[in-house]
Every structure is written in structure tokens, then in C-alpha cells.
């Protein structure tokens, strides 16, 4: 995908042309004393295991490479600097995964990260990183809050139709990550029907118990 870590929101917002979809707060964004221009670091752990320190700035365009095509819409790619901000930020304060890192370079951790080197050398242009850079920079400051504090800013690239409610994904609740209808555009989204034997010989698996107790059909989605 290309928004990950995927973890699923509650209420949405749809930006045009894209699938990036970010909380609904009671509050708005709201910008801090310009963290960035203040020159805030963050601390960023690589592949190898090495502890980098970062201007934050460089740290978000680096994540907005890797998590959304440059040819995406400034107001989504904007969107995500500001999740992605707002996700370092919690990480920075409250909410570390790593011992001495405040976050990782993995997607399936952290937040995906992509070094400018390597965006260059696999057919990225200097102008899309300027372009990122700038993007980042107009999100100066802008975090995602609830009852003032910073949220956990967790988002994805496709939810299927509906998200998901975080005390059903990690058994915490949160006021701002319900389930909430989320419909795809069409020509990300085909739906096929299999009767419930059609689905266990796909599967390659037999159901020790009788599936049609739980189940009456199976879509599976591409």
C-alpha cells in the first residue's frame, strides 16, 4: 500500500483524487510554536540499527516519498505530512516503540521512510523532492489533536468499504478510530462471490467446523 503503517481509522475525510483518509477530530488541526523552523530533530533508527538524529522536516519529506506518490493532489500530500508529523511527534513524547529511537524506518512499524538518494536513483526527479519539501513546509507546525492532546495518528491506503474500530484491531479504544463506512472509488474496488466449498479449495484448506455456521458467502476483494 502505499499509506501505511496499516492500521484502520475511524471517521474519514476524502481528499480528491486520493484514498488517504485521516481522522475526524472534535478539534481542528491546530499549528504549534513552528517546531520545524525551530530546527526539532527527531530520532530516527535505520535498517542497520543505527540511531540518526533528524531535522524533522528532512525526517516528514523522507516519509511522504514512501508513503504517497508525488503525482498525488498538495492538498493529500500535505494530509500526510500532517498525520505523519503528528505520528513522530506522539512517538517523540508519549509513545516510543524503541528504546533510544522515537521511531523506525519500518512501515509496519513506524512509518515507511525513503531516502531522497534512493527516490533519485529509482526514477524519482529532483523537482517532486522540492516539491515534497515545499508541501512539508507549508504544514509547518500542524498537528492532529483530541481534547489537546496529540492523537494516535495511525492511517492506511484501503479500508475494503469500512474501517475498522481500534478496540477491535488492539483492544484500546479511541474516541476518534470507529468504524465508519468507507467507500472506495470504483476502480479500486471488485468484489467476487464464491460459495463457501469454492472458498476452502481457493483456500487450500478444509474448516474443521461447520463454516456455514459463521459464514453464509465470501467476497474477496484484489
Not at 525551530?38 to 533508527?45: D, E, F, H, M, Y
Not at 517532486?128 to 489533536?145: A, F
Request: proline residues 4%; glycine residues 6%; contains cysteine.
Amino acid at each position: 500500500g502505499w499509506i501505511v503503517p496499516a492500521i484502520l481509522l475511524a471517521a474519514v475525510v476524502s481528499l480528491a483524487k486520493t484514498r488517504i483518509q485521516v481522522p475526524v477530530l472534535t478539534e481542528p488541526i491546530v499549528t504549534m510554536e513552528s517546531p520545524e523552523e525551530q530546527g526539532s530533530a527527531v530520532l530516527v533508527l535505520d535498517d542497520q540499527g543505527e540511531v540518526n538524529q533528524m531535522l524533522l522536516w528532512d525526517y516528514l519529506t523522507c516519509v511522504v516519498l514512501a508513503e504517497m506518490p508525488a503525482s498525488f493532489e498538495d492538498e493529500a500530500l500535505k494530509a500526510q505530512a500532517v498525520v505523519a508529523r503528528t505520528f513522530a511527534m506522539r512517538a517523540a513524547t508519549v509513545a516510543a516503540k524503541h528504546e533510544n529511537a522515537d521511531v523506525c524506518m519500518d512501515s509496519a512499524c513506524c512509518q515507511g521512510y525513503r531516502a531522497v538518494a534512493d527516490y533519485l536513483e529509482h526514477g524519482g526527479t529532483q523537482e517532486n523532492v522540492e516539491r515534497i519539501r515545499k508541501l512539508v513546509s507549508e504544514t509547518d507546525g500542524q498537528v492532529l489533536i483530541y481534547e489537546g492532546n496529540l492523537i494516535e495518528a495511525t492511517y492506511f491506503s484501503s479500508s475494503g468499504g469500512i474501517t475498522e474500530a481500534a478496540l477491535a484491531v488492539w483492544g484500546t479504544d479511541y474516541p476518534y478510530l470507529q468504524s465508519v463506512s468507507s467507500p472506495e472509488e470504483d476502480e479500486h474496488l471488485r468484489s467476487i462471490s464464491y460459495s463457501i466449498e469454492e472458498f476452502q479449495d481457493r483456500l487450500g484448506k478444509s474448516f474443521t467446523e461447520d463454516p456455514a455456521e459463521w459464514i453464509d458467502s465470501v467476497d474477496l476483494q484484489d
